[in-house]
């Protein structure tokens, strides 16, 4: 049984459709990413999954219960974590408080909490360094790295994450991608969103193209890699 | 919103401000200081009320006066028409209020900014409307009178100088449980949803329940308020509750701190006085106000509490830094 499940799912902006019958799931131990062009439906994909925006027809559902319907903080509980198109830190909050409250859900295991707190900031220094000061003074890079730890805060069991690649430097690129495979390897299953399909692709066992809302293509990483298409549109053609 | 303060510091500047306001009527001791000491007392329970929902939730419904007058009439009604204790009174203003603000919070789960501020004026105009009409309940412009005085162990708080105690310990618990909220799971809650909603959504806060929640607790607040000010006044009519008097909570709140219950505490306190002391500009004291706004927002956004904040550092930056200069030398 998939971890997480899309059946069919249908959602619109008003009278405007965004997504098309998606269908895509995600396997415990995977990770899967969504790749396609700007306006291809990913966000909005990502929107229906954390229940942000309400689906009009089919289901999702996670480990099995259905989840379709219910509140955000109900699907974070359930184990559902996200980080968020254009990350959305609290600005006015300090970095050690912005990760505090990723585990708001989670009052039960301090001592893990205080793990990962300490493995966050051991991974990035610059947020170590500056964690008693406002997440708001941070650059967009250091955001993206802070936005990814408060992700983890929550203990989940499935990560989505919206392009947390954006604007970041090549060498942080790479930063980020080996903090989430590394995510992925202590038991988290991902769902990554993605432009970037070359790095993309290069760390996932499954991926799927979206375009106009609906799924174009599925496939294994190297399937995808190797398809015309994907390498015209997403890897630079060649 | 401002600045950051350590809760450390934000701890002591409300205990020195506590104490401060303890040892009050006895540095300003006449009869028409103390009435107005009275009257401070009650303005901060209000304001630190208001701060539930503007300052910690981010919610811009500005209608504190609107529940004050509730409140007020709750216990005028209760003592006077049922001829209950003070204590009963006091108890129903605080559940009638909060369910009050329950119901006016509802629509901010839809509506925001501008739109929340004109539901406010309005609620506000509505409620002392009805207070004016529907005389059989309130005796309409007449206002009722003989409102009961708490008694204590057999012991009637008569006089000024006790009343103001008796507020003094509802304040002072009352600021003590706002920080302790502040500190919780439930203030960080509000503090997220006014960051940031969608935000505080993705890491699984319930932003309905947030924000009601802070409308609840500043309902209950302004319930304590307004039957002690019902009961201090012993008389009370609709007029004094108008726009202009729930502008001045607003202007209090800004001044002192948005986000901050010393700031909150504060803000009252000064502009409470500095009322006083303008009575003789009549309506125009309005104006100093709006000037004095207008600089705060300017030059500290934060408030006097901010202001305070970094004077505190910069004076013990100044007594740190001298012995080591001595030892250079
Ligand atoms: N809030 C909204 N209201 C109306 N239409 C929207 C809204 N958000 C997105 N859309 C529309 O839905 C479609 C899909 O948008 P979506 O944000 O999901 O794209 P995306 O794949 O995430 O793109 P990008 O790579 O640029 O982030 C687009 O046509 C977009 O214009
Ligand atoms: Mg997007």
Same mark, same amino acid.
């Given at each position: 049984?998939?971890?997480?499940?899309?059946?069919?799912?249908?959602a619109? +902006?008003?009278?405007?459709?965004?997504?098309?019958?998606?269908?895509?799931?995600?396997?415990s %131990?995977e990770?899967?990413?969504?790749?396609?062009?700007? %306006?291809?439906?990913?966000?909005?994909?990502?929107?229906?999954?954390? %229940?942000?925006?309400?689906?009009?027809?089919?289901e999702?559902?996670? &480990?099995?219960?259905?989840?379709s319907?219910?509140?955000?903080?109900?699907?974070?509980?359930?184990?559902?974590?996200?980080?968020?198109e254009?990350?959305?830190?609290?600005?006015?909050m300090?970095?050690?408080?912005n990760?505090? @409250?990723?585990?708001f859900?989670?009052?039960?295991?301090?001592?893990?909490?205080?793990?990962i707190?300490? +493995?966050?900031?051991?991974?990035?220094?610059?947020?170590?360094?500056?964690?008693n000061?406002?997440?708001?003074?941070?650059?967009?890079g250091?955001?993206?790295?802070?936005? =990814?730890?408060r992700?983890?805060?929550?203990?989940?069991?499935?990560m989505v994450?919206?392009?947390?690649?954006?604007?970041l430097?090549?060498?942080?690129?790479?930063?980020?991608?080996?903090?989430?495979? &590394?995510i992925?390897?202590?038991?988290t299953?991902?769902?990554?969103?993605?432009?970037?399909?070359?790095?993309?692709?290069?760390?996932s066992?499954?991926?799927?193209? =979206?375009?106009?809302?609906?799924?174009? =293509?599925?496939?294994?990483?190297?399937?995808l890699k190797?398809?015309?298409?994907v390498?015209?549109?997403?890897?630079?053609?060649? | 919103?401002?600045?950051?303060?350590?809760? #450390?510091?934000? &701890?002591?500047?409300?205990?020195?401000?506590?104490?401060?306001?303890a040892v009050?009527?006895?540095?300003f001791?006449?009869?028409?200081?103390?009435?107005?000491?009275?009257?401070?007392?009650?303005?901060?329970?209000?304001?630190?009320?208001l701060?539930?929902?503007?300052?910690?939730?981010?919610?811009?419904?500005l209608?504190?006066?609107?529940?004050f007058? @509730?409140?007020?009439?709750?216990?005028?009604?209760?003592? $006077?028409?049922?001829?209950m204790?003070?204590w009963?009174?006091?108890?129903?203003?605080?559940?009638?209020?909060?369910?009050f603000?329950?119901?006016?919070?509802?629509p901010?789960? #839809?509506? *925001?900014?501008?739109?929340?501020?004109?539901?406010?004026?309005?609620?506000?105009?509505?409620?002392?409307?009805?207070?004016?009409?529907? *005389?059989?309940?309130? &005796?309409?412009?007449?206002?009722?009178?003989?409102?009961?005085?708490?008694?204590?162990?057999?012991?009637?708080i008569?006089?000024?100088?006790?009343?103001? +105690?008796?507020?003094?310990?509802? $304040?002072?618990?009352?600021?003590?449980?706002?920080i302790?909220?502040?500190?919780?799971?439930?203030?960080?809650?509000?503090?997220?949803?006014?960051?940031?909603q969608?935000?505080?959504?993705?890491?699984?806060?319930?932003?309905?329940?947030?924000?009601?929640?802070?409308?609840i607790?500043?309902?209950?607040?302004?319930?304590?308020?307004?039957?002690?000010?019902?009961?201090?006044?012993?008389?009370i009519?609709?007029?004094v509750?108008?726009?202009?008097?729930?502008?001045?909570?607003?202007?209090?709140?800004?001044?002192g701190g948005?986000?901050s219950?010393?700031?909150?505490?504060?803000?009252? $306190? =000064?502009?409470? $006085?500095?009322?006083?002391?303008?009575?003789?500009m009549?309506?125009?004291y309005?104006?100093?106000y709006?000037?004095?706004?207008?600089i705060t927002?300017?030059?500290?956004?934060?408030?006097?509490?901010?202001?305070?904040?970094q004077?505190?550092?910069?004076?013990?930056?100044?007594?740190?830094?001298?012995?080591?200069?001595?030892?250079?030398?």
């Amino acid at each position: 049984m998939a971890l997480l499940e899309l059946k069919d799912v249908s959602a619109s +902006y008003g009278a405007i459709q965004a997504l098309f019958n998606l269908s895509l799931s995600v396997n415990s %131990g995977e990770i899967v990413c969504l790749i396609g062009a700007n %306006g291809a439906g990913k966000t909005t994909a990502v929107r229906t999954i954390t %229940g942000t925006l309400p689906i009009t027809s089919g289901e999702i559902r996670f &480990n099995g219960e259905q989840i379709s319907g219910q509140r955000s903080s109900a699907i974070v509980r359930a184990g559902i974590a996200c980080v968020p198109e254009g990350r959305r830190v609290f600005p006015e909050m300090t970095i050690l408080e912005n990760l505090e @409250i990723g585990g708001f859900i989670t009052r039960k295991d301090r001592e893990k909490s205080q793990a990962i707190v300490d +493995y966050v900031l051991d991974t990035f220094p610059v947020l170590k360094e500056r964690r008693n000061q406002a997440a708001g003074t941070l650059s967009g890079g250091e955001q993206a790295m802070l936005v =990814l730890g408060r992700a983890m805060m929550s203990q989940p069991k499935l990560m989505v994450l919206d392009e947390p690649s954006m604007g970041l430097a090549p060498v942080i690129v790479e930063k980020a991608f080996d903090v989430i495979k &590394n995510i992925n390897e202590q038991g988290t299953a991902i769902l990554l969103v993605e432009q970037n399909a070359n790095m993309a692709l290069a760390i996932s066992t499954r991926g799927y193209v =979206l375009e106009g809302g609906e799924v174009k =293509l599925e496939g294994s990483a190297e399937e995808l890699k190797s398809s015309e298409m994907v390498r015209k549109l997403y890897l630079g053609g060649s | 919103m401002g600045m950051r303060m350590e809760n #450390k510091k934000r &701890n002591i500047i409300l205990f020195v401000v506590l104490v401060l306001l303890a040892v009050a009527p006895y540095l300003f001791h006449n009869n028409y200081q103390r009435y107005v000491l009275n009257n401070v007392l009650i303005n901060v329970m209000l304001v630190i009320a208001l701060n539930f929902i503007l300052g910690f939730a981010g919610q811009v419904f500005l209608g504190t006066i609107g529940f004050f007058a @509730i409140s007020s009439y709750v216990t005028a009604l209760v003592t $006077t028409t049922l001829g209950m204790s003070f204590w009963w009174g006091l108890l129903a203003s605080v559940v009638i209020t909060a369910v009050f603000s329950f119901c006016l919070g509802l629509p901010t789960l #839809k509506l *925001s900014g501008f739109y929340l501020a004109l539901m406010s004026t309005g609620f506000i105009v509505v409620t002392t409307d009805v207070l004016k009409n529907w *005389s059989s309940l309130t &005796n309409g412009v007449w206002g009722i009178s003989n409102i009961a005085r708490p008694v204590i162990f057999g012991h009637v708080i008569s006089t000024d100088l006790q009343f103001y +105690y008796l507020s003094f310990v509802m $304040t002072s618990i009352l600021a003590i449980i706002a920080i302790v909220i502040e500190d919780s799971r439930f203030g960080r809650a509000f503090k997220a949803v006014r960051d940031d909603q969608l935000a505080a959504e993705i890491v699984g806060i319930n932003a309905t329940k947030a924000k009601l929640l802070a409308f609840i607790l500043s309902g209950v607040y302004v319930g304590v308020a307004g039957a002690l000010y019902a009961s201090f006044q012993r008389f009370i009519s609709p007029d004094v509750f108008s726009l202009q008097q729930n502008s001045l909570f607003m202007c209090m709140l800004v001044i002192g701190g948005l986000g901050s219950v010393p700031g909150a505490v504060i803000g009252a $306190t =000064l502009l409470t $006085t500095l009322t006083e002391v303008l009575r003789f500009m009549r309506e125009k004291y309005l104006l100093v106000y709006a000037v004095v706004i207008i600089i705060t927002l300017i030059y500290q956004p934060g408030g006097l509490i901010v202001f305070l904040g970094q004077t505190i550092d910069w004076v013990k930056s100044k007594l740190t830094r001298q012995p080591r200069l001595r030892k250079e030398i």
